[in-house]
């Protein structure tokens, strides 16, 4: 049984700078399972973030970065706003048609 | 413009069935991957099932032998077909694109989904 890891909550100040994480229970989180994020808002869909590590989502600001930081994938924000405020998700792609998520992080900005 | 809208969800009791539907506009159900994502209320999302272009399903643990992915090219149409539901199936079903090709897997076009609520 996969386990994807994230915190679950997080809190920022408003312009300030937050990095969530997304492991694995067992073992390291790498490229080749091309880590994607996603921000939620209640009783909204996702919204896709990064996908396949480190790479943007068309209209995504800069203000994203997705990254592997040690044996984790890492979500960035930088100046932190209110409307960051959100679910934030992670999800491996762990080959043979197995996707896995994270169970998600409440940011909270304050 | 890309859409993806699910329908089917209800209430239903514990042990029996339920067919979901997600119509695609602007994308094909026959050439693209296509999944279903679930959340239970006030939970987390979990991914449940995928059918690839070439009509290979997949599964999670959760939901295998009890769930099938089909999808309806003349409509355009994914469903999901569960069966012997609990009441842990309880959630929102959302239909989702993950894009091999363009996006490496990550899902671009997710539907709002459609509740579905397992109780007697």
């Known amino acids: 049984q996969t386990v994807v890891t994230q915190e679950p909550s997080f809190s920022v100040s408003p312009g300030g700078t937050v990095t969530l994480t997304c492991g694995l229970s067992s073992g390291s989180v790498s490229t080749r399972y091309y880590p994607s994020w996603y921000q939620q808002t209640p009783g909204q869909a996702p919204r896709t973030l990064i996908y396949?590590?480190?790479t943007r989502f068309s209209g995504v600001p800069d203000r994203f970065s997705g990254s592997i930081l040690g044996n984790k994938a890492a979500l960035t924000i930088t100046g932190a706003r209110a409307d960051d405020e959100s679910d934030y998700y992670c999800?491996?792609?762990?080959?043979?048609?197995?996707?896995?998520f994270g169970g998600g992080t409440k940011l909270t900005v304050l | 413009e890309v859409q993806l809208v699910e329908s089917g969800g209800g209430l239903v009791q514990p042990g029996g069935s339920l067919r979901l539907s997600c119509a695609a506009s602007?994308?094909?159900?026959?050439?693209?991957?296509m999944s279903w994502v679930r959340q239970a209320p006030g939970k987390g999302l979990e991914w449940v099932s995928v059918?690839?272009?070439?009509?290979?399903?997949y599964y999670a643990d959760s939901v295998k032998g009890r769930f099938t992915i089909s999808r309806d090219t003349s409509k355009n149409t994914l469903h999901l077909q569960m069966s012997s539901l609990r009441a842990d199936d309880t959630a929102v079903y959302s239909c989702a694109r993950p894009h091999s090709a363009a996006y490496h897997y990550a899902f671009d076009i997710w539907g709002q989904g459609t509740m579905v609520t397992v109780s007697s």
């Open positions: 059918i690839y272009d070439d009509g290979t399903a």
């Open positions: 396949s590590t480190n």
């Open positions: 602007g994308i094909s159900v026959s050439t693209n991957y």
């Open positions: 999800v491996l792609y762990m080959g043979s048609g197995l996707w896995v």
